[in-house]
C-alpha cells in the first residue's frame, strides 16, 4: 500500500519559533508538494520539488521555506511562524509528468500558531 | 493562468437522492482533470481521474464525472447518495505542468 507520512498530526507554536514539518513517500516519486488547506480556500501550493535538492516556488511561498536532501523526504520549515500560518498543511507526491502522475497525499498536520 | 471553480460550496441531501457537482476550468491546451474526496478525519484521496479519452469517467463508491470540453467542465456525479458520502470534494485540473491547481472544494453533508 503506497503511503506518504507527515511527521506530526498536531502541532502548537508560538509565534516567532521556527518550526520544521517532515514528509516522506515510500512510492520512489520525484515529486512532492506541501499544500495549505484553508476553509473556504481549497488547497494552495506553498512549495514544489521535482527532483532532489530542486525546488521551486508555489503561490504562497512567502514565509516558508523547504529542504530535499532525499528523494523520499521533503521539510517545510517556517522560519518564525506567525499567527496567519495557523492552517492545515498537506504533503503529496507524484510521478513525473505521465499519464498517471497522480497525486498521492499525507494525513495531514494541523498547526496552531499562537 | 489556470483557474478551477467549485460553484456549490456546501450541499445538504438526503440519502438516496442524486447528487451533481460542479466544476468548471480555465484552461487553453491539454488538461488532465480530478476530484479528490476528503472524509471526516481522512487524507485527501483519488475519487476518479480523466486523462483521454471516453469523457464519460466512471470512479470509486459508485461516483462517474463527465468531461465536456466546450465548457471546460468536469462535474461529479452520484445516482444516490448515502450517509457515508459526507465528505468534502475538490476538483483539480493539471496543465503541462506536474502542478495541480484545485478548486476551492464543496463540503457535502448526507442526512439519513
Known sequence: DVKVTQSSRYLVKRTGEKVFLECVQDMDHENMFWYRQDPGLGLRLIYFSYDVKMKEKGDIPEGYSVSREKKERFSLILESASTNQTSMYLCASSHRTGAYNEQFFGPGTRLTVL | ?112
Open chain 2, 1 to 112: 493562468a489556470q483557474s478551477v471553480s467549485q460553484h456549490n460550496h456546501h450541499v445538504i441531501l438526503s440519502e438516496a437522492a442524486s447528487l451533481e457537482l460542479g466544476c468548471n476550468y480555465s484552461y487553453g491546451g491539454t488538461v488532465n482533470l480530478f476530484w479528490y474526496v476528503q472524509y471526516p478525519g481522512q487524507h485527501l484521496q483519488l475519487l476518479l481521474k480523466y486523462f483521454s479519452g471516453d469523457p464519460l469517467v466512471k470512479g470509486i463508491k459508485g461516483f462517474e464525472a463527465e468531461f465536456i470540453k466546450s465548457k471546460f467542465s468536469f462535474n461529479l456525479r452520484k445516482p444516490s447518495v448515502q450517509w457515508s458520502d459526507t465528505a468534502e470534494y475538490f476538483c483539480a485540473v493539471k496543465g503541462n505542468t506536474d502542478k495541480l491547481i484545485f478548486g476551492t472544494g464543496t463540503r457535502l453533508q448526507v442526512f439519513p
